[in-house]
């Protein structure tokens, strides 16, 4: 089980966490610990998987295969099927980690939504309408920008959303 994440971590406690270096080696360290246990690798090598794990995900790579193969290609790994499998886990390990540390910051830096239901706003250089406060993601708009269908939306952090009065 995850430990819950330091927000020491982050950029700044004033910052909505995101998906960090410290956040990923946070990840791969519990990944490579998974994959010790289960035999997939050698404990010895435990460290250095850890730094090309988070080497390779830098830019990127997201789901087992292509984390296996960019270690096939940039580290000198020989992954097998096992191992893809195993790193499969690796973005759902720092999405858990990504909104751990957000739900940590929300209660340090609380915020009201600045927009109602129904408001005009800008996300993205482009109008878009406040559907409603998501309810898992804290301090998140639900919005809505076009002809979107009405189960459809955007989450979109509150810092990310401007009036239209105030774009550029």
Not at 78 to 103: G, I, T
Not at 110 to 129: D, N, Y
Not at 140 to 165: A, W
Request: contains cysteine; glycine residues 4%.
């Amino acid at each position: 089980m995850m430990d819950e994440f330091d927000l020491t971590c982050t950029n700044s406690r004033n910052e909505r966490p995101r998906k960090t270096e410290a956040i990923r080696r946070q990840a791969a360290e519990e990944l490579v610990a998974l994959m010790v246990r289960d035999g997939a690798i050698q404990s010895k090598h435990a460290d250095t998987s850890v730094l090309d794990i988070v080497k390779v995900t830098r830019y990127g790579a997201d789901d087992g295969y292509r984390i296996a193969k960019a270690l096939d290609d940039s580290c000198g790994w020989d992954c097998d099927l096992d191992m893809a499998q195993h790193l499969d886990q690796f973005q759902d390990m720092v999405s858990k980690l990504v909104e751990r540390a957000e739900k940590q910051w929300a209660q340090f830096n609380p915020r009201e939504p600045e927009f109602a239901s129904g408001a005009p706003v800008i996300w993205r250089g482009k109008p878009a309408t406040v559907s409603r406060i998501h309810e898992h993601r804290p301090q998140c708009y639900e919005l809505l920008r076009g002809e979107m269908p009405s189960n459809s939306f955007f989450v979109v952090p509150f810092e990310d959303v401007t009036s239209p009065e105030v774009a550029p």
